[in-house]
């Protein structure tokens, strides 16, 4: 099956790594290979190792780039990035890109049960091997449920939804898309069922959760920033604020310096910034990336490179 997916920021994206034709680059989450193609294309000697734990895009990767020797595709995930590389002999790396969320194939190809437009097992599974989506909404306490609708999701009507997945799971278990989709929808305002799809916030949190994303992003960033050689940059797309403000906070951290309280009249704590931002403010899509990609509105692109 063909792994589509519209590489997001691309050109922006390609810009802040500033490629050298000799290094050694990691897309970790490389879907289709739309942002691996174009690292490829400035590599002379250097290498790019494609990452991604989803089985269709390793086979898209590995028929894509069968013919290029500077590629090296490898299953896993993006958190495990600094065990899959020494497994591997690979050293210190010239740049990183982590482009976070859901593919647009994910998306698209119903029977992945991502969509809430159509229906199919609700699965959610990245990697596709795991517990699913229905593991959790037939089998979580309604306290955990409401919690990760309200957390991963920032859903106002949390409690409300968790409770009338409970009541429909004692009549019969919740096993598609669409019975899930309609059961929020029944049990949130009139309001909220005019302001889009009602059952998009909680479809985000149950896939935060299934593929333990936030947790996956803290420990790939920090694979990611311990990797990188000096002078290397780590460039970062994100979907959604949850996402972002983990990239935030952790670039201000490796930036941060003297951490003393302001009246010592010197540094004693001894800390030294271990990064730079690239780009102070993150770098959104323009009007024509937006126009031929609406995928592309909610992306935040941030980059920092290591001292």
């Excluded at 990183?96 to 609700?122: C, K, M, N, W, Y």
């Excluded at 271990?274 to 980059?303: D, G, H, M, Y």
């Amino acid at each position: 099956m063909e792994f589509s997916h519209i590489p997001v920021l691309l050109q922006q994206t390609i810009d802040g790594l500033a490629v050298n034709e000799n290094g050694i680059y990691v897309d970790g989450t490389a879907g289709g290979g739309g942002h691996s193609s174009e690292i490829l294309k400035r590599l002379t000697t250097g290498k790019l190792i494609s990452i991604d734990q989803d089985p269709d895009a390793i086979m898209t990767l590995t028929q894509r780039f069968k013919n290029n020797e500077n590629s090296i595709i490898i299953k896993g995930n993006f958190a495990d990035m600094k065990e899959l590389l020494q497994h591997r002999g690979v050293g210190r790396l010239d740049g990183v890109l982590l482009d976070i969320g859901v593919s647009s194939h994910q998306l698209d190809t119903a029977e992945r049960g991502f969509s809430f437009h159509e229906d199919a097992p609700l699965d959610m599974r990245m990697s596709q091997s795991g517990t699913t989506a229905a593991d959790l909404v037939n089998t979580l306490p309604v306290s955990e449920l409401k919690r990760i609708l309200s957390v991963y999701g920032e859903e106002k009507f949390a409690g409300s939804i968790a409770n009338g997945i409970e009541r429909a799971r004692q009549q019969k278990p919740i096993t598609t898309t669409l019975e899930l989709a309609e059961i929020i929808k029944d049990n949130v305002p009139q309001r909220v069922r005019r302001d889009g799809h009602p059952a998009r916030k909680s479809f985000q949190a149950l896939r935060i959760a299934v593929n333990d994303e936030l947790g996956v992003l803290e420990r790939g960033l920090d694979s990611a920033f311990e990797l990188l050689g000096s002078g290397g940059r780590l460039a970062v797309i994100t979907f959604h604020s949850l996402e972002d403000r983990i990239v935030k906070q952790k670039m201000a951290s490796w930036c941060q310096g003297c951490t003393c309280p302001k009246d010592f009249p010197v540094c004693v704590c001894g800390n030294k910034p271990k990064a730079k931002l690239v780009n102070r403010k993150p770098i959104c899509a323009n009007e024509t990336e937006l126009s031929e990609n609406p995928r592309a509105r909610s992306a935040k692109l941030r980059i920092c490179e290591k001292i």
